[in-house]
């Protein structure tokens, strides 16, 4: 959710002609928010990361077997 709130901000703004430096500063807290979520993307595009409301105490399955 915040990954498309981060990218919908910016674009919100630059239409409803917000100044912009306003449309600037939400880009850059976009760009970051972005930055900071990378470790996350990466496990996601790997297969790694923890799915919401899984068992974590359960063993997870090895690729392919």
């Not at 919100?12 to 600037?24: F, G, K, L, Q, R």
């Not at 930055?35 to 690729?63: C, M, Q, V, W, Y």
Request: charge should be positive; include cysteine; hydrophobic fraction near 40%.
């Amino acid at each position: 959710a915040s990954l498309s709130a981060a990218t919908v901000v910016p674009i919100a703004a630059a239409i409803t002609d917000e100044p912009w430096s306003t449309t600037v500063f939400c880009a850059g807290v976009a760009a970051f928010v972005w930055g900071t979520h990378r470790s996350n993307l990466s496990r996601i595009a790997r297969g790694e990361e923890h799915r919401f409301g899984a068992d974590r105490s359960a063993p997870r399955k090895e690729n392919g077997t």
